[in-house]
């Protein structure tokens, strides 16, 4: 039997976070334009030779080419040293009342192992000078908790050297918690961003939301939006941020701030164009599995999903674009079966199909959230549905069965 203790207790264990013009003789003036035109000439050549090589004259920085950049940079991630939270399992620990007992895990904090180093890197021109930046995310202890930092390095004077740094995520796997979905995305190839549901539901009844996003601008991190909820019910709370909905419309996040305004869903949406998964962090518990019942001692493990592992889509531009008959080619039923819920997937749908949670809950830009309906699906993605569905009836059989409506 589930025991909830009171809200505020649930809030208080998340609280710990020049100028002129001169005028030119026409001899002068003659010679200076054929020097220009001679330079410009020069300037094409060269430009076709490093095409030829491979290289972008804009990007040529430092002494430096972008793909000398790149690959010193590649090299300088692979030295770092590397935290993989995956199969971590926190403690548990039982706490008997006058009227009940209940359950509660120390957090991260609380395991022998003590994890910190980079969880993941990244490669993106960040800051949108031609040049890629290298960008990690590590797992930081503090004296109460630990953190998440996002770090870029930039390559100067033929080395890599840190250039920026800043705290994304406060307050990790805290105490009390069981379990999370905590995904870090980029948008655009430019927004670093943060969408953490951490979860108390085996010794209260609440849910912790940090949704953040931040940008690099080649000198230091600026945030765009911070937000931090603690609760267990946010109707009617999705209209009360209105600063929140108009820079998520300013950054290309429209189907996410549709979520937030109309249903009061506080999550960054895969549905949305331009969104890459960097990292997704799942705690999950055994009462939630089904493997312990409420009055017996719970589990809760780790996983750590890459999101250029974790990260493909079955068809990415399913959302994008309409897809065309030669572009499911190949297909068996089962992958367009995947394909057709991946749609819906993008949006939290929550699978009954043991298969397809499974599947789904394995890519690292899915969090189950909400079962939509589709009218929420735009013309694209309604296209694409039906051109799925009937492609699914002349598919070569593979025992797969039917799930979205």
Request: net charge negative.
């Amino acid at each position: 039997m589930k025991h909830g203790l009171k809200l505020w207790l649930f809030a208080a264990l998340f609280a710990l976070t020049g100028c002129g013009i001169q005028e030119v003789p026409a001899q002068e003036e003659k010679e200076w334009e054929e020097q220009i035109s001679s330079e410009q000439v020069s300037e094409e050549q060269a430009s076709e030779a490093a095409k030829d090589q491979g290289q972008d004259m804009d990007t040529i920085t430092d002494g430096h080419s972008a793909a000398e950049t790149k690959e010193e940079l590649n090299l300088y991630a692979q030295n770092l040293p590397v935290c993989d939270l995956s199969d971590l399992s926190l403690i548990y620990e039982k706490t008997t009342t006058e009227y009940y007992d209940y359950f509660y895990t120390q957090g991260l904090k609380g395991i022998p192992e003590k994890p910190a180093g980079c969880l993941c890197t990244s490669l993106w021109d960040f800051d949108g000078d031609g040049v890629q930046e290298l960008l990690t995310l590590d797992l930081q202890e503090t004296d109460e908790t630990y953190q998440i930092a996002a770090v870029m390095y930039e390559y100067r004077n033929g080395q890599a050297v840190k250039a920026a740094d800043i705290v994304i995520l406060d307050n990790l796997l805290v105490g009390n918690t069981d379990s999370a979905e905590i995904r870090f995305l980029v948008k655009d190839g430019k927004y670093i961003c943060v969408d953490s549901w951490q979860n108390t539901f085996v010794s209260a009844d609440g849910v912790c939301i940090d949704l953040a996003a931040f940008y690099y601008d080649g000198s230091r991190f600026t945030e765009m939006f911070k937000v931090f909820k603690v609760g267990s019910d946010f109707s009617g709370t999705g209209k009360e941020h209105t600063e929140l909905i108009e820079q998520l419309h300013s950054m290309g996040y429209d189907r996410s701030a549709a979520a937030i305004y109309d249903r009061d869903i506080f999550h960054l949406y895969a549905a949305d164009e331009g969104v890459e998964t960097l990292l997704k962090i799942r705690l999950i518990n055994s009462i939630q599995t089904g493997g312990t019942a409420w009055d017996e001692m719970p589990t809760a493990f780790i996983r750590q999903l890459s999101g250029e592992t974790a990260g493909q889509y079955m068809l990415p531009e399913s959302n994008s674009r309409k897809l065309e008959p030669f572009d499911l080619s190949g297909m068996t039923k089962g992958q367009l079966r995947i394909a057709r819920n991946e749609i819906y997937a993008r949006y939290g749908w929550q699978f009954e199909s043991p298969d397809l949670d499974k599947y789904f809950n394995d890519r690292s830009w899915y969090v189950p959230s909400e079962n939509i309906d589709d009218t929420i699906l735009s013309e694209i993605e309604l296209a694409n549905l039906e051109l799925l569905k009937e492609a699914e009836k002349t598919a070569p059989e593979d025992g797969n069965q039917d799930e979205a409506p």
